[in-house]
């Protein structure tokens, strides 16, 4: 794609500074800004500490007394303190695998400055950075990396600080742009909390969860703007995604919301054949995009996995079935392209359905992904590259095809087998 192409040029050409000798963290910068005017242009008086009373100006009629505050910014720092300083890089290395220390190393090396990442540098656009910045935290949430353990620690602590200056009153982490924006860096901050009960984090993902499920259509489900009255397939898995995820971090769902997204899928889903529908159920030589029948089967098929429905329910397994006619490939058919998305969604229903299938997908994805990774020294190493057609990719470029790529692999150890009391093989 060629807008993506000129876009990498310049993300290569000045990426952040890599981890080895990165940029200080958002909040021991501004700090430190503040500082520094303070001496140019103030001048201290002596001997006291943060919290003592100042003169500011050189003369009496110009004095004011001030008193030093700490900022939420310095409570975050602090805590770094308390961090776990341990270095696993050869422990990481063993059990992650190179591929995905790789991946996520590239990931870290082109984190911006403040935290989040730049869809635009890589091929995307600026208005997605916080779906991007979301999905690239869920991935090193799948390394088991927290803001307080972990290789990448800090990465995770500066993309969470990130995301919290961009959420809003009512909890929405990205004003303006579509519902991908903000469902995902939910699911991330959900995961972080499941996994490092740190208070604050909690609060901000608690947030963000009830803003999700405040603006769910009626009785139904979730498309790109709020109780829109519209529901699509693709945004509403991402939603029933964070719903499984706030559930795993002990936070409480309506019933209703269950219900609605239930009642939603039932719409679009064909009983006879399993297939889901993007926006309405699937009908024969319909203007939706033949590659739709794949991907929003999917991601169907994991919401419905993800809301308790057992393994071995007939749509659970028409489902499966569809999957496995189209097997990943490159140039992927239906699409022509690298369909990371629903390389993503069927790893994920395929792994909880187990047995055979699941053995048949995993030894054709795993293989391509691992062929395709970006080997070559320099500022693209590790990554993958973007597919060039209509893949959500277009949003996100090499950040989105990277984190998903690596988000595919680490379903090998991420997740438990859930409804273990159906019969799936």
């Known amino acids: 794609m060629t807008e993506g192409n000129s876009h990498e040029s310049a993300g290569s050409a000045s990426p952040r500074a890599h981890r080895g000798g990165r940029t200080a963290s958002p ?4 700090p430190t800004m503040a500082l520094l005017v303070a001496l140019a242009f103030y001048g201290f008086s002596q001997g006291g500490s943060d919290n003592t009373p100042r003169t500011i100006g050189n003369s009496p009629a110009a004095s004011t007394t001030v008193t030093a505050t700490p900022s939420p910014i310095d409570e975050w720092a602090e805590e770094d303190e308390e961090a776990d300083e341990t270095d696993d890089s050869e422990w990481w290395s063993r059990v992650f695998g190179l591929e995905i220390d790789r991946g996520l190393k590239w990931l870290a090396d082109h984190q911006e400055w403040d935290g989040h ?5 890589w091929g995307g656009k600026s208005t997605d950075d916080a779906a991007i910045t979301g999905l690239v935290l ?5 390394a088991g990396q927290t803001e307080r353990s972990g290789k990448y620690k800090r990465v995770v602590k500066d993309a969470i600080w990130w995301l919290h200056e961009q959420q809003d009153a009512k909890g929405n982490f990205a004003p303006g742009a579509s519902m991908y924006s903000h469902a995902i860096p939910t699911i991330a901050l959900l995961e972080e909390t499941a996994m490092c009960p740190v208070p604050r984090t909690q609060t ?13 259509n009626d009785n139904k489900a979730w498309r790109y703007w709020p109780k829109d009255g519209n529901n699509d397939v693709s945004v509403t898995t ?4 964070a719903m499984k995820a706030a559930k795993v971090a002990g936070c409480d769902i309506p019933a209703n919301a269950w219900a609605g997204v239930r009642s939603f899928l039932d719409e679009v889903t064909d009983p006879d054949s399993g297939e889901v529908g993007y926006t309405m159920r699937p009908i024969k030589g319909s203007a939706e995009l033949s590659y739709q029948r794949y991907a929003m089967t999917a991601c169907g098929t994991l919401a419905r996995l993800y809301m308790g429905v057992p393994r071995d329910d007939p749509l659970i397994r028409k489902g499966g079935v569809i999957l496995m006619e189209n097997l990943p490939q490159w140039n992927q058919p239906g699409f022509g392209a690298p369909h990371y998305n629903y390389w993503y969604f069927g790893s994920l229903v395929l792994f909880q359905l187990e047995g055979d299938l699941w053995k048949k997908w995993d030894r054709k994805l795993y293989d391509l992904l691992i062929s395709h990774q970006n080997k070559v020294p320099g500022d693209l190493l590790g990554s993958w590259e973007p597919s060039p057609g209509t893949d959500c990719t277009g949003l996100g470029g090499r950040l989105y095809s990277t984190a998903l790529a690596v988000l595919t692999l680490e379903i090998h150890y991420r997740y438990e087998i859930i409804n273990k009391a159906s019969s799936g093989k």
Request: proline share 0%; glycine share 6%.
């Open 204 to 216: 901000i993902a608690k947030k963000g969860l009830d803003y999700m499920l405040s603006v769910r």
């Open 138 to 142: 869920m991935a090193f949430d799948g």
């Open 117 to 121: 990442w730049s869809a635009a540098k």
């Open 238 to 241: 991402w939603c029933t995604i």
């Open 27 to 30: 909040w021991l910068i501004w």
